[in-house]
């Protein structure tokens, strides 16, 4: 059985670097057995470089070789290299989004600092992840959902049931929170909508601490946000769904049509109802000497509806930084990151997965010959510019006359 006391890099066994040979080849079954049949093998041993075999499976993206390492005692914060990068930084520069959930689950420590004095998620930004300072910035320990299943003061009865924790923290460390992604994410979990009240007063309770105790505006707002959503959704239910339907249908059909609400474009295109939705959400926000929030209210208060910046973009922007506003290609529908599918017409707009594109038709196919039009136009422009770049005297070139 694997011991969790660190071994000194000259002192490898025979066992240890065939831990290290064995990580390095992804060989999860080897590494199982050395660590939990073998006896004397030290689960954080460092190699030549100074490297666990937890850093090398963090930086090679190998999730299932992670939790096997830190459920057999690896220590998530140890770290001997000679950059002093943990396993979480080594995952973070690696850009492998599922190990650094993985690790934070497991405690890896956010403040750690590299031999040029830089965070995690620092290096992170510096190689350009976004998307991984998301996931470190909007992260919190399912121990602060677990806090609301005792009883406090004068209750009588837990906030919170403990069979809620799972999803009520997945969905507080989600990184996209679009209001059509959150209640996708309520369809899929049906059981947030029967104990929607519940989990508001748990998501109102965490805006309050994160901006008074924690004094993070972010997650302070991004909390109140939830809960906002949740309450639309339970508001929608009551008032659009029948008895017979609520019996008839699932949870999934009858919100369907709360989301093609909220998508539904005007003439350009533009989410109006999406827009008015966001808007009153963060007027609804009761913590007004919140400077995100003044921020976002002056930002937002002189752009009339239809403009830019629109409010989906500047909440994005504030509870993701600059992952908003890189190239990443994101869903019409959910606003989903790296939506790869693309509408097979106009090719201008892009969808996550073909039911995210089927719900967004109804509104997109009353622009999408539009788009198709200016597509198009500026193919057409491309292939001019590229035929003059080749050959620069060919006829027909704007600003050149020909010779008689």
């Known amino acids: 059985m694997a011991m969790a006391m660190p071994s000194s890099r000259s002192e490898l066994s025979l066992k ?22 073998e006896e004397n093998i030290y689960v954080d041993c460092v190699d030549a470089e100074g490297m666990t075999p937890l850093q090398h499976a963090a930086y090679k ?21 000679v950059s002093r990068y943990t396993a979480l930084t080594f995952a973070c520069v690696a850009g492998k989004a599922d190990v650094v ?26 190689v350009g992840n976004h998307h991984i300072v998301s996931i470190i910035n909007n992260f919190i320990p399912i121990q602060e959902i677990e806090y609301f299943n005792r009883i406090q003061g004068l209750e009588t009865e837990p906030r919170l049931p403990p069979t809620m924790n799972t999803i009520v923290h ?21 059981v947030l909508l029967h104990s929607v009240r519940k989990v508001v007063r748990v998501f109102n309770a965490m805006a309050e601490k994160y901006l008074r105790v924690e004094n993070n505006d972010l997650l302070s707002l991004k909390f109140h946000h939830l809960a906002y959503v949740l309450s639309a959704c339970e508001k929608y239910y009551i008032e659009h769904v029948s008895a017979e339907e609520s019996e008839r249908k699932s949870i999934r059909e009858c919100l369907n049509p709360f989301i093609k609400y909220l998508i539904k474009g005007d003439v350009n295109g533009f989410p109006v109802n999406l827009e008015k939705f966001l808007r009153q959400d963060i007027q609804r926000y009761p913590f007004v000497e919140c400077h995100l929030f003044l921020q976002l209210v002056r930002t937002l208060s002189p752009v009339e509806i239809g403009g830019e910046p629109s409010a989906i973009s500047i909440i994005g922007e504030a509870v993701n930084g600059q992952r908003m506003s890189d190239n990443t290609c994101i869903c019409s529908t959910c606003w989903e990151p790296n939506a790869e599918k693309k509408c097979s ?60």
């Open 101 to 126: 959930r993985l690790l934070l689950e497991y405690g890896a420590s956010t403040s750690n600092v590299t031999s040029i004095n830089k965070t995690s998620a620092q290096m992170a930004a510096f």
């Open 170 to 190: 997945k969905m507080a460390i989600m990184t996209n929170i679009n209001p059509v992604r959150l209640i996708m994410y309520v369809q899929s979990n049906p």
């Open 16 to 37: 240890e670097k065939a831990l290290f040979k064995y990580t390095q080849e992804r060989n999860y079954e080897e590494v199982k057995r050395l660590i939990t049949e």
């Open 345 to 404: 017409v106009c090719k201008s707009v892009q969808y996550c997965d073909k039911a995210c594109q089927k719900m967004h038709w109804f509104t997109h196919k009353l622009i999408c010959p539009h788009l198709t039009k200016l597509n198009e136009g500026v193919e057409k422009l491309h292939l001019e510019s590229n035929f003059y770049e080749k050959d620069p005297n060919a006829p027909g070139q704007p600003g050149c006359s020909s010779r008689s």
């Open 61 to 81: 993206g190998c999730t299932k070789l992670c939790k096997l390492l830190l459920d057999c005692g690896a220590d998530v914060n140890y770290t001997r290299q």
